[in-house]
């Protein structure tokens, strides 16, 4: 079973610029997640989608981040424009429900110059 | 307020030694509590869950871990480590949302 697809695995761009994570869950899975990790901490919780519905944005910073999850399946996470902040690892997770267990994709490594 | 401790950041142990990794939560809610590993430059994975039943929950590589409602605790414990378990292990609860701890680094020296 194929797991958690994320592309790009890295980017760097320069400051001001836009750039864009797409997540391909695991097939069947309605929950889909957004996490920011920041070096040496936890992941933190950027959205979570149940199907196509995001049901918890709070912590997503809406004036420069946005996501949509179209027909319920894959996702896209974007930043416009970025900061030197958002320097960090985005993870994409999927689960079955939101009790059962979150499978992680690999991240993607963004560095903003 | 809901939220999730880990309170050692850092634990070097000893190859074949034991290791408990402490993991304390608050919550008003009932709470799903998990742990994750994240070996160096690989993707998080699950080591155990607790969602209800016995308290004590066994997961992969030799890990258990005891949910304690009294103490609000769910610690991670290993008889004998490897090396090859140097990683950084995250606690984890959900109840009305999701609460990652800021992460354990397990370091076993040869």
């Known amino acids: 079973e194929a797991g958690v697809v994320q592309s790009p695995r890295y980017k760097i761009i320069e400051k001001k610029q836009p750039v864009a994570f797409w997540c391909n869950p695991i097939s069947g899975h309605n929950t889909l997640y957004w996490y920011l990790q920041n070096l040496g901490q936890g992941p933190e919780l950027l959205i979570r989608?149940?199907?196509?519905?995001?049901?918890?944005d709070s912590q997503l910073p809406k004036d420069r981040f946005s996501a949509e999850r179209l027909k319920g399946v894959d996702s896209t996470l974007k930043i416009q424009p970025a900061e030197l902040g958002d320097s960090a690892v985005y993870l994409c997770a999927s689960s079955l429900s939101t009790t059962e267990t979150q499978y992680f994709g690999p991240g993607t490594r963004l560095l903003v110059l | 307020a809901q939220s999730v401790t880990q309170l050692d950041s850092q634990v070097p142990v000893f190859e074949e030694a034991p290791v408990e990794l402490r993991c304390n939560y608050s919550?008003?809610?009932?709470?799903?509590l998990f742990w994750y590993v994240q070996y160096p430059n690989q993707g998080l994975q699950l080591l155990l869950k607790?969602?209800?039943?016995?308290?004590l929950v066994k997961g992969i590589n030799g890990f258990e871990a005891e949910f304690n409602k009294s103490q609000t605790s769910f610690h991670l414990r290993k008889p004998s480590v490897h090396i090859s378990d140097t990683a950084e292990y995250f606690c984890?609860?959900?109840?009305?949302?999701?609460?990652f701890g800021t992460g354990t680094s397990l370091t076993v020296i040869p």
């Open positions: 989608y149940e199907n196509e519905e995001a049901v918890d």
């Open positions: 984890v609860m959900t109840g009305n949302q999701f609460y």
């Open positions: 919550s008003s809610v009932s709470v799903y």
């Open positions: 607790y969602l209800s039943g016995s308290t």
